[in-house]
C-alpha cells in the first residue's frame, strides 16, 4: 500500500496498480477526495437564479491527481473507473448535505458506471445516508466513451427516473449526443460542450445547429444547458438562440459547500427543487 501511495502522490504515475479493495484507502492515504461546488443558473427576464448546484470531485490536493481528469485517466485504464464514480458520488452526496436550502444537485458520472449492476441500489443509499432525496438529483451522465453500450444505457436510465432523479447528458464533443438516444431515453437536460460556446460568435452553421437543438428539446421536453460561459458576451450568445440555463466562470466559480459566497447564492432561492420539471 505504501509503495502504491508513493507512486500516485509522487512526481510519476508508475509503481503497483492499485487494487479495487485499497482504492479508498489509497486515496485517503494521499489526502483524500475534495468537492466544490458550482451553481447552473436560470436566465429569467428579472434576473438569474440558481437553477441547481453541481458538485465537482477534486482528487488528493498538491498530487498529480488534484484534477479530475487526471484522476480518473489514472484509475480507469485499471479497471477501477465504476468503483472511483461510486466513491466519488458518495463523497458528493455526503458533502452537498451542509449546501443551505435543498438546491438540485446536479451529479457526474460516466455511462460505463450508470450501467453497472448495482449502480442505482447504490446511489439511492448514499442519498440516503446522505439525508437528500433522489427528486432532488441531476444524474448528468458523461457521454465521452464512443464505445459505451446504449442499449443498456436506455435501460439503466429508464429505471433511475422511476424514483424521480432527473437525467442530463453531458457532451463529450459537440452535438455528439445521438438522436437515437434522445428519444430512446429521453433527458430532462442537455449539456453542451463548452466549445459550442466559443463558435457561437463566428461560426453560423453551429449557430443554426444549436438552434435546432434547442428546438428540438422543446418538442421532446429536454432543456438545453450552455457550460463554459465564462464572458458577458457568452451569455447574450447563448440566450439569443434560445438557452435559458447558462453555468461557467462568468457565472459563478466553484466553491467549498460552506463557502459565504455559495450559501448566500443559495439562501435567496428558496424551493429551488420544485417539481415543476419532474416527468
Known amino acids: 500500500m505504501r509503495q502504491t501511495a508513493a507512486a500516485v502522490s509522487g512526481t510519476q504515475l508508475t509503481g503497483i496498480p492499485p487494487t479495487t479493495a485499497a482504492l479508498r484507502h489509497l486515496l485517503a492515504g494521499v489526502g483524500g477526495l475534495d468537492v466544490v461546488f458550482q451553481p447552473l443558473f436560470e436566465l429569467r427576464p428579472a434576473g438569474a437564479v440558481v437553477h441547481a448546484v453541481e458538485g465537482l470531485i477534486r482528487g488528493p490536493k498538491g498530487t498529480q491527481l488534484e484534477q479530475p481528469e487526471r484522476l480518473f485517466a489514472f484509475f480507469r485504464p485499471r479497471g477501477e473507473?465504476?468503483?472511483l464514480d461510486a466513491l466519488c458520488l458518495g463523497t458528493i452526496l455526503m458533502r452537498a448535505a451542509a449546501l443551505p436550502g435543498s438546491p438540485r444537485l446536479c451529479l457526474n458520472v460516466g455511462a460505463e458506471s450508470v450501467t453497472s449492476t448495482f449502480f442505482l441500489e447504490e446511489l439511492l443509499q448514499e442519498a440516503e445516508r446522505a439525508g437528500i432525496s433522489p427528486y432532488r438529483l441531476i444524474l448528468d451522465i458523461g457521454l465521452d466513451d464512443p464505445e459505451f453500450d446504449q442499449t443498456r444505457l436506455v435501460t439503466a436510465v429508464r429505471d433511475i427516473r422511476?424514483?424521480?432523479i432527473r437525467i442530463a447528458y453531458d457532451e463529450g464533443s459537440p452535438f455528439a449526443t445521438g438522436f437515437q438516444l434522445l428519444m430512446d431515453a429521453p433527458p430532462?437536460?442537455?449539456?453542451?460542450?463548452?466549445?459550442?460556446?466559443?463558435?457561437?460568435?463566428?461560426?453560423r452553421d453551429v449557430r443554426k445547429t444549436l438552434i435546432a437543438t434547442v428546438n428540438l428539446g422543446q418538442i421532446a421536453g429536454f432543456r438545453v444547458v450552455a457550460k463554459?460561459?465564462?464572458?458577458?458576451?457568452?451569455?447574450?450568445?447563448?440566450?439569443?438562440?434560445?438557452?435559458d440555463l447558462v453555468q461557467g466562470y462568468h457565472c459563478a466559480r466553484p466553491a467549498a459547500a460552506r463557502d459565504p459566497h455559495m450559501s448566500e447564492l443559495l439562501?435567496?432561492?428558496?424551493?429551488?427543487?420544485d417539481d415543476q420539471h419532474v416527468r
Open 162 to 164: 422511476r424514483f424521480g
Open 228 to 243: 463554459g460561459v465564462e464572458r458577458p458576451a457568452d451569455v447574450e450568445e447563448v440566450r439569443g438562440c434560445g438557452i
Open 188 to 203: 430532462e437536460y442537455l449539456k453542451l460542450h463548452q466549445s459550442v460556446v466559443r463558435a457561437l460568435a463566428s461560426d
Open 81 to 83: 473507473g465504476t468503483q
Open 267 to 273: 439562501r435567496s432561492v428558496p424551493g429551488a427543487w
